[in-house]
């Protein structure tokens, strides 16, 4: 069973820095784009950032200039950078991925996280 675990997670001050991991783990095929979204408390999910197979890059503009994403592909693990937090960025984060699994049908779909809760306060 293929599935992704987050972790990294914590209490920060604001203009500390958090360092969020996710591994995909279990029967994997390949994985494609790996992405980091949050949610915080009565508000929609957004997208934070995200990461191609190849490399490329996208970050939401709240989050440019002070979150990294990357990938080890080796490991099957997104890592998501988070400098300069403030208050704002507090939410849970949750990682996806595009996988595709080695099973018969060898059918890719998104797969999510439990999520990891960061909050940045003082």
């Known amino acids: 069973q293929v599935q992704l675990v987050e972790s990294g997670g914590g209490l920060v001050q604001p203009g500390g820095s958090l360092r969020l991991s996710c591994a995909a783990s279990g029967n994997i095929f390949s994985i494609y784009a790996m992405r980091w979204y949050r949610q915080a408390p009565g508000k929609q999910r957004e997208l934070v950032a995200a990461?191609?197979?190849?490399?490329?890059?996208n970050y939401a503009d709240s989050v440019k200039g002070r979150f990294t994403i990357s990938r080890d592909n080796a490991k099957n693990t997104t890592y998501l950078q988070m400098n300069s937090l403030e208050p704002e960025d507090t939410a849970v984060y949750y990682c996806?991925?595009?996988?595709?699994?080695?099973?018969?049908?060898?059918?890719?779909?998104?797969?999510w996280g439990q999520g990891t809760q960061v909050t940045v306060s003082s």
């Open positions: 996806n991925a595009h996988i595709t699994p080695l099973t018969a049908s060898r059918n890719t779909r998104n797969y």
């Open positions: 990461i191609t197979s190849g490399g490329s890059t």
